[in-house]
């Protein structure tokens, strides 16, 4: 997408554009009207989210004739365990549109995936000492926004602190889209099909990228390596074979050999626990964009690999070794193989559009969510601030 006017350099003024802030001390980012709560003393630094409660974090409309910009999102939590992360849902809307352009688990969308707070630094995404929420992606919009945050379980959540930064005054060629993001999890995936980062969204846009998730089916697969899948990336009207194919998914994050942790700019695996085989990492197409200009469809192989003795291990448990529709033969067994595996995934895409609405599921319940991702044989913390 084209990039919306603005300052091209730090020291270069912008008399056509205004900031302003949303938050508990002021929420409607009206001028001067910030920070009076208790004498202006810290009145009102946080909201309390109760259950099932909808909480508005910033709701602009657009002064005639000009557009705006949302330059960041922060927030941090009271409750940051698993069920906080994913129970506490996030909607983006854009120019009165009645469907969100996003609509995500707040957890997973900062890149807190698989319901567990990480330490991580990207050039979109931070959580520098792993307990907060920062999103820099710029949101252009047009006539408004509104940013919504929804308790979907059954008890409080807590506090929430929280800044969403903007400028009004812009104005933003016919060729600047609309950001949208949207979740998915499969647990497990359907063995032998490919697991969709990005369903198929119709309409001209940039693939931006994404965070996933990955929790290895330990039990049925023991320690084996469960990353070898390969990235697809189906362009305007590609069928059955992609335009874009990857060589296997710690390839696509910029490692190889396997992943251990590192946070980069655009790339990373910044949840990597290797002695429960769970891992989080992102890819964000920055210096590499992806356009389409028809539709877009991104998806990922769920496949493993393993030399003999991992393999027969696991023939052992029952599991019928396979690579595509076709069973490994002994001979395939014995000198190590690729095979299809089904473990749970999950992943929070991002990317922008030519329309404020995408065609896409709404957002997966609750309950398959949570599902697994809590173990009912560990106690759950509840991280306060």
């Known amino acids: 997408m084209s990039t919306p006017p603005a300052p091209t350099a730090f020291y270069q003024h912008a008399p056509h554009l205004q900031t302003r802030w949303a938050s508990p001390e002021n929420f409607t980012a009206a001028k001067g009207q910030a920070g009076q709560a208790h004498d202006g003393r810290k009145g009102s630094a946080c909201v309390f989210i109760h259950a099932h409660q909808s909480l508005v974090l910033a709701d602009v409309t657009c002064p005639t004739g000009s557009h705006g910009l949302v330059h960041r999102i922060w927030a941090t939590l009271q409750n940051r365990s698993p069920a906080g992360l994913r129970g506490l849902r996030l909607d983006i809307y854009w120019d009165g549109c009645a469907k969100p352009a996003v609509s995500v688990p707040f957890g997973d969308f900062f890149g807190h995936t698989l319901g567990q707070m990480s330490r991580f630094e990207s050039e979109l995404f931070a959580a520098p000492e792993g307990r907060s929420f920062n999103c820099y992606i710029p949101m252009p919009f047009r006539t408004g926004m509104k940013v919504v945050v929804t308790n979907e379980l059954d008890q409080d959540h807590g506090w929430i602190y929280f800044d969403v930064d903007f400028t009004l005054g812009h104005q933003h060629p016919a060729e600047v889209l609309y950001f949208h993001s949207h979740f998915r999890r499969e647990n497990p995936t359907r063995l032998g099909e490919d697991f969709e980062i990005l369903p198929l969204v119709r309409g001209k846009g940039r693939f931006l990228g994404s965070h996933m998730g990955a929790r290895a089916d330990v039990d049925k697969y023991l320690d084996i390596w469960w990353g070898e899948g390969e990235v697809k990336v189906f362009l305007d009207g590609d069928k059955p074979f992609p335009t874009l194919c990857g060589t296997g998914t710690e390839d696509y994050i910029g490692t190889g050999w396997g992943q251990e942790f590192y946070a980069g700019r655009y790339q990373g695996s910044h949840i990597a626990d290797k002695a429960n085989m769970q891992y989080g990492f992102y890819r964000l197409h920055v210096p ?98």
């Open 288 to 385: 590499d964009p992806i356009y389409f200009h028809q539709d877009i469809r991104v998806t990922i192989q769920q496949m493993g690999w393993a030399m003999a003795d991992k393999l027969r291990a696991v023939q052992a448990k029952g599991v019928d070794l396979r690579r595509g529709n076709a069973k490994l033969t002994d001979e395939q067994i014995d000198r190590g193989s690729l095979f299809e595996r089904a473990d749970d995934w999950c992943v929070c895409a991002y990317f922008y559009l030519d329309k404020p609405a995408n065609d896409l599921p709404p957002l997966l319940p609750l309950a398959a969510r949570l599902a697994d991702l809590i173990d009912p044989k560990k106690p759950q913390k509840r991280l306060d601030v």
